[in-house]
């Protein structure tokens, strides 16, 4: 858990390891390296020469803009419109160290050495998340505008970050957005200085390509989480700020704030998203239901207090889960009757094959109660018209019903066929009826036809010749050349040449 | 027509013929299956599809706003509304058919049950095996309006190990929730949808306030939840809406888990806030189930 002390164990797929705060090794800010050295016992040199150099170093990470990359995800997301009850909304920054690698105060850690300014910052975050509902924005909008500007706003009820001297000249000049908030707001919904270090923490995630917890970023973040709750039904605005020379102009902080209505602050990312008003807690809720409906088995709430005269009986009833429901007999008197729908709070014995002419045949009469019980009726009464409501079922269900009829009849034709053949034809059981009188018959023709055989009389083909000569108009081939070679007309060769047919 | 035999025996045979084959008739047997949209139909209405709630539940006090009832279902109820569906444009030959069918076509019911579900949601037909006892819920709470996509788990034993087949799992109205399991459900835990990693409080709707459930910090189960379930109230900053006091909640819960000051990864840690999960286990009283919740 110390930011100090990593340990070298990998983490395994799927694991989240989380850090109090990673702190770089120095902070950013404005160095001066100076560099000492006496050269001792030179000959011929009565003093020993010093040299020395002072070396001007700038230590440079984000201060007063954010590059996009570094927001590795905002939850809720942005845009976002969903159930993000009593949510604090949180940044993932891609650096480690960011939210420690400035100072908070820097003007007061003036010319202290590395390790001193460790020892007294406490490493204080110098980023927060500010929440603001819809309501509070009141205009509230990210200008852009030069350090400069930010530094030394032309209005002066504007309180400015107090960066003292250690913003350089170049820095002045470059662009940045800032937000000016109400300063009363601010100093009711900004964290007070020693909840800052809760609010930031450094995770190190191993998804191993998958997944987990909606987290897909693999390695070392740094992680701020807001202090204020979303607001349900309202669009919510959240700004990550740097809090870099505002230190005490936080919560409880010390500084003097009067005279200023508003205050200035460098603006890294920012993003919005909508809670949708919701009925409330998912575990809150549930855990209220006994409070409230309650969690029972399905059955009438308890009747004591009015069934003094009741019969322990009739109490059992009500227990498993019948009531009374007003009951219009057919002949107009009124009534009430027992009714229980399919969901009951003691289990039931089922009997098998319940089939019914009519609902009225599923009522059922209570000698103890006198009243009719009309569950099945109903049900009965129901599954009928939802059957009679859907046209598709109801055909099918009939032309299914009518394709089995026409089936049974062949079959009950074959058992009545079969019966009267049963003496005379040799039946197979084992099969079908249909089946068995179509074997049995064949057999029975094959049986009785054998013994008539040798009655029937043979049959022998008679072999009659035709002269293809004697049919009529058909000419040999020798005729046919005779007939042309003579050059009579081919007319009359083809006049009949009737001969007789028996030789 | 003239016959070689007499009118009324060849009826009498042909009727008794009749009533033999119808008998021998089992749907398993039948050359001609039942309509695939017949059946589907009817093993939907089984489960209780399509039936007007005022069936259901005849009276509102049955099911009151903000409850949870469990029930089982009664065979013979939905047997007898199988039976009604199946009687329609009866005549008594028609009755006589119905009534020697209707066996086989709640054996051929019973057998489909568990796969109306997922045949429903498009997928491969469920393995499981049927269950003659079916029990089930009712949830009215605007939890099923507020959280479409809770999950429903059902388990035959207390310790969650096996798991039921859920039968149904449908919203009859938008804040009431059915829920069908194949057999008697002895633990029944309700998921509020996933949702990423992320930080927040949890609210007692009993009295309004504030808390977070306390996770181990140390040891194996580090992160994991602390059970049975142990609260720590949060604190909100008076006069304005929303802004948590992070010091004094901190200093809370650092008090319950019996540490001098919690560092602010623990603080993360503790205030880490997944999708909750309630339980409801029979045989418990359901005050003293509250504390099995999960976060």
Known sequence: ???????????????????????????????????????????????????????????????????????????????????????????????????????????????????????????????????????????????????????????????????????????????????????????????????????????????????????????????????????????????????????????????????????????????????????????????????????????????????????????????????????????????????????????????????????????????????????????????????????????????????????????????????????????????????????????????SMVNVAADIPTVSSKQKATKSSALPGVLSDKEIDQQIASGRPTVLALKPNVTDLTE | MKSWLPRNTEFSDKQKATTTALAQQSLAANEKPMPKYVVNWLSQLRLLYGVPFEYLVCDEKYLPVESIRFFYIDRNWSDALIDGALSIGTTSRDQLFKNSNVQGISDTLDGLENSVRSSLRGLDQSSGSNSELVCGFLLRSSVVSGYPGMEVRGYADKEGTKLLDILRLERLSPDILLCLFAGKPADVALQQPPEGLHFGVRKDETDNSYYVYLRHISGDDVGMQILPAERASAEFRDGTEGVLNVSKTAQNIATRLNVEKLPSSAFAIQMIRASGLQQFTTGVPPKNNQDNSHD
Not at chain 1, 189 to 200: C, H, S
Request: glycine share 6%; charged share 20%.
């Open chain 1, 1 to 447: 858990m110390s930011s100090n002390q990593v340990t070298d164990d990998s983490l395994e797929p799927g694991q989240i390891e989380f850090y109090s705060a990673c702190y770089p090794p120095v902070q950013s800010g404005n160095y001066r390296l100076v560099v000492d050295q006496t050269l001792k016992n030179i000959k011929g040199e009565k003093t020993d020469p010093a040299f020395n150099r002072n070396q001007e170093l700038v230590l440079s990470s984000p201060r007063f803009t954010l590059d996009a990359s570094t927001v590795q995800m905002v939850y809720p997301p942005a845009n976002a419109e969903g159930n993000f009850l009593q949510t604090l909304p949180n940044i993932v920054l891609t650096r480690r160290t960011l939210p420690w690698e400035r100072a908070i105060d820097p003007v007061n850690i003036g010319n202290q050495s590395s390790a001193e300014i460790d020892a007294s910052q406490d490493h204080m975050p110098w980023l927060t998340l500010l929440t603001l509902y819809e309501a509070e924005l009141n205009g509230l909008k990210p200008k852009q505008m030069t350090v400069a500007e930010l530094l030394n706003p032309s209005d002066s009820s504007v309180l400015p970050p107090n960066l003292g001297n250690t913003v350089t000249d170049e820095e002045k000049k470059t662009l940045c957005l800032t937000i000016d908030v109400d300063i009363s707001l601010f100093e009711s919904i900004a964290p007070k200085a020693e909840e800052l270090g809760y609010l930031n923490h450094v995770r190190e995630v191993n998804t191993d390509g998958k997944e987990v917890l909606g987290i897909d970023e693999q390695g070392w973040y740094s992680v701020s989480v807001g202090n204020r709750m979303s607001k349900p039904g309202s669009k919510n605005s959240v700004y990550l700020i740097s809090l870099e020379g505002h230190k005490s102009h936080l919560p409880e902080g010390g500084g003097d704030l009067s005279g200023y209505s508003k205050i200035r602050f460098a603006m890294l990312a920012s993003w919005s998203f909508i809670a949708e008003q919701t009925p409330g807690d998912f575990i809150g809720l549930l855990q209220a239901l006994p409070d409230r409906g309650g969690i029972e088995l399905m059955q009438m709430p308890n009747r004591t207090q009015q069934s003094g005269d009741v019969p322990a009986k009739v109490n059992e009833i009500l227990k498993i889960g019948y009531t009374t429901l007003d009951f219009q007999l057919r002949d107009g008197e009124q009534s009430n009757a027992w009714y229980r729908g399919p969901m009951v709070a003691a289990p039931t014995q089922r009997e098998t094959s319940i089939s019914y002419s009519t609902s009225d045949q599923a009522i059922r009469y209570d000698q103890i109660s006198g009243l009719f019980d009309l569950s099945y009726a109903a049900a009965w009464q129901i599954g009928r018209l939802l059957g009679l409501s859907d046209a598709t079922f109801a055909k099918q269900y009939f032309d299914w019903r009518i394709a089995s009829y026409t089936q049974m009849d062949a079959a009950s034709e074959s058992l009545v066929v079969a019966k009267h053949l049963g003496s005379t034809v040799p039946l197979d059981a084992s099969l079908e009826p249909r089946q068995s009188i179509d074997k049995g018959a064949a057999q029975f023709l094959s049986k």
